[in-house]
């Protein structure tokens, strides 16, 4: 730039004479500045640092940026947008059927709720193990940690809808009590979950995990509606325990115990593939 372009810029931007200005530009222009050591910009940080304000949060926003709320709030994007429109759909279905019918005999809502529950959280885990890898990298946390996100997510949304959906019926029918038939579906829906969880990932396949699940539940509410007469082997099949009281306690012990299982095989699989 020579200085007549310096002298036309410097016009522009001061109106003024800028003669004198010129040989300062200039100077400036060949002005070596000195390399600051790192110590030095160490230092200066430290000082500026020092000088600045101390930023008080507030207990909400510390909560908001709980790096375990973050990395759930990051997995949102994740999980397919179907299965919350999915779930959502069919819990009010459940709900609006119980209402509907009326009768202590045949609660849809109980049906229902595990039978979504373990649908979604299966499709958490299939073949496409390069994208959740990809994940991983991107977000710096384990392929365990991200699924245990998702599983929460998906298994948290439809907790809380059959919460609100069995609140309706407790409120609007006398016969019916709200924490027995909290239970009732929270029981099985945690055992199939967790179930159709371990399946998908020890097959690598959803869909497989998916429909055990699906099938297991679907013979016991057929065979357990079938006359009281039926044979030792039907009883057998028809699994009772997944809708007793009392098994209430076993079914969330082996819930947790088959989602810890599932998330070793998940680490095992990605030391394997990381090696």
Same mark, same amino acid.
């Given at each position: #730039?020579?200085?007549?372009?310096?002298?036309?810029?410097?016009? $522009?931007?001061?109106?003024?004479?800028?003669?004198?200005?010129?040989?300062?530009?200039?100077?400036?222009?060949?002005?070596?500045?000195?390399?600051?050591?790192?110590?030095?910009?160490?230092?200066?940080?430290?000082?500026?640092?020092?000088? @600045?304000?101390?930023?008080?949060?507030?207990?909400?926003?510390?909560?908001?940026?709980?790096?375990?709320?973050?990395?759930?709030?990051?997995?949102?994007?994740?999980?397919?947008? +179907?299965?919350?429109?999915?779930?959502?759909?069919? #819990?009010?279905?459940?709900?609006?059927?119980?209402?509907?019918?009326?009768? #202590?005999?045949?609660?849809?809502?109980?049906?229902?709720?595990?039978?979504?529950?373990?649908?979604?959280?299966?499709?958490?885990?299939?073949?496409?193990?390069?994208?959740?890898? +990809?994940? +991983?990298?991107?977000?710096?946390?384990?392929?365990?940690?991200?699924?245990?996100?998702?599983? /929460?997510?998906?298994?948290?949304?439809?907790?809380?809808?059959?919460?609100?959906?069995?609140?309706?019926?407790?409120? /609007?029918? /006398?016969?019916?009590?709200?924490?027995?038939?909290?239970?009732? =579906?929270?029981?099985?829906?945690?055992?199939?979950?967790?179930?159709?969880?371990?399946?998908?990932? @020890?097959?690598?396949?959803?869909?497989?995990?998916?429909?055990?699940?699906?099938?297991? =539940?679907?013979?016991?509410?057929?065979?357990?509606?079938?006359?009281?007469?039926?044979?030792? #082997?039907?009883?057998?099949?028809?699994?009772?325990?997944?809708?007793?009281?009392?098994?209430?306690?076993?079914?969330?012990?082996?819930?947790?115990?088959?989602?810890?299982?599932?998330?070793?095989?998940?680490?095992?699989? $990605?030391?394997?593939?990381?090696?």
């Amino acid at each position: #730039m020579n200085d007549e372009q310096r002298r036309r810029m410097l016009l $522009e931007d001061l109106g003024t004479d800028v003669n004198d200005l010129l040989p300062i530009i200039e100077q400036l222009g060949k002005w070596q500045a000195p390399q600051p050591s790192h110590q030095q910009t160490a230092s200066l940080i430290d000082l500026l640092s020092a000088k @600045l304000p101390a930023q008080q949060l507030s207990r909400w926003q510390r909560l908001r940026e709980w790096w375990p709320l973050l990395l759930i709030r990051s997995q949102m994007r994740v999980v397919q947008r +179907e299965i919350w429109i999915a779930s959502a759909l069919v #819990m009010i279905l459940g709900t609006l059927v119980t209402l509907a019918m009326n009768t #202590m005999m045949i609660n849809a809502l109980a049906i229902i709720a595990p039978l979504v529950a373990a649908f979604g959280v299966a499709l958490l885990y299939d073949s496409n193990t390069e994208h959740v890898l +990809e994940l +991983e990298n991107a977000t710096g946390a384990s392929v365990q940690v991200l699924l245990l996100a998702r599983l /929460t997510l998906v298994f948290g949304f439809d907790l809380v809808m059959g919460i609100l959906g069995s609140v309706i019926l407790a409120t /609007t029918q /006398t016969h019916i009590s709200l924490w027995p038939l909290v239970l009732s =579906w929270l029981a099985p829906m945690a055992f199939l979950s967790a179930l159709a969880f371990l399946l998908s990932v @020890l097959v690598v396949d959803a869909i497989i995990g998916a429909v055990v699940s699906l099938g297991l =539940w679907a013979l016991h509410i057929f065979l357990r509606s079938t006359p009281a007469d039926h044979t030792l #082997m039907i009883a057998i099949l028809s699994m009772p325990g997944l809708n007793t009281p009392g098994n209430y306690g076993l079914l969330f012990a082996a819930a947790l115990l088959l989602t810890t299982v599932a998330l070793w095989v998940v680490g095992s699989v $990605e030391r394997s593939v990381g090696a």
